[in-house]
């Protein structure tokens, strides 16, 4: 954070990874969530409410008082809850391949699916995951597809995962987006198959002055295109 910070759990945390490189220049603050990486948490069933305090204790921890804030997938529906509940603290908001709710059938199938799997077969979730989240371009770019999905199951918090699906499914910030008053870019994935990309449409609807751009990507364009999604949030949060 330079005062600026880009929370992520998992999936966000690694799909956030490649933007480093392209923010350079600025402070980052990018806590794991509970069920990810090393933070240690007991909580079995996950809130937003509390994932949103863990962001606000990393940011106190790091002497914050106000920061410019990013999320995305999971973590754009935390950055909601958190601009909205903390209005004072969050400068400039980003929510990048976010959506409202997991209520409709197809989200449903989905998190519950990544739920399930979680728990039972990595491998075939991590498999799955790189169908739905990457591009055919950029997988038939990837030589030993196996060695990726072995490192994937090695390296996650599965149990972590799942309770962050079962998140998922109960989601919603519809009652939140009224509430945002930090100047907000959302930033949709037009060839996204994990979250509807007519879902960042109704974000930017939601919110008061919000402007809104596409990535031409899948849901994981921040692993794809790291240097045009760096270029969106980077002039965003100059103006």
């Given at each position: ?9 998992s999936r966000e945390r690694s799909a956030g990874i490649g933007l480093l490189t392209h923010l350079s220049g ?28 863990q962001v606000i204790a990393a940011a106190d921890h790091a002497g914050l008082d106000s920061f410019d804030l ?49 728990r039972r077969d990595p491998a075939a979730l991590a498999r799955l995951m790189m169908l739905t989240g990457f ?105």
């Amino acid at each position: 954070m330079d005062d600026h910070t880009r929370p992520g759990p998992s999936r966000e945390r690694s799909a956030g990874i490649g933007l480093l490189t392209h923010l350079s220049g600025r402070r980052l603050l990018r806590p794991d969530y509970a069920g990810s990486g090393l933070t240690e948490d007991p909580t079995e069933v996950l809130t937003l409410d509390h994932l949103v305090k863990q962001v606000i204790a990393a940011a106190d921890h790091a002497g914050l008082d106000s920061f410019d804030l990013a999320g995305f997938s999971l973590g754009s529906a935390v950055a909601v809850r958190l601009a909205a509940l903390y209005p004072g603290r969050v400068d400039r908001l980003v929510l990048i391949g976010g959506f409202i709710n997991g209520a409709d059938p197809r989200s449903r199938l989905q998190f519950g699916l990544w739920a399930d799997l979680a728990r039972r077969d990595p491998a075939a979730l991590a498999r799955l995951m790189m169908l739905t989240g990457f591009s055919h371009t950029f997988l038939a770019g990837i030589a030993d597809m196996e060695a990726i999905v072995s490192d994937m199951v090695s390296g996650g918090n599965w149990e972590g995962f799942a309770r962050q699906a079962e998140l998922d499914l109960r989601v919603d910030v519809s009652q939140d987006l009224s509430l945002i008053r930090a100047p907000t870019l959302v930033i949709g994935n037009r060839c996204d198959q994990m979250v509807d990309p007519a879902a960042s449409t109704t974000l930017a609807a939601g919110i008061a002055a919000a402007t809104l751009a596409w990535l031409e990507g899948p849901h994981l364009s921040l692993m794809e295109r790291p240097d045009a999604a760096a270029e969106l949030l980077l002039r965003h949060l100059a103006d």
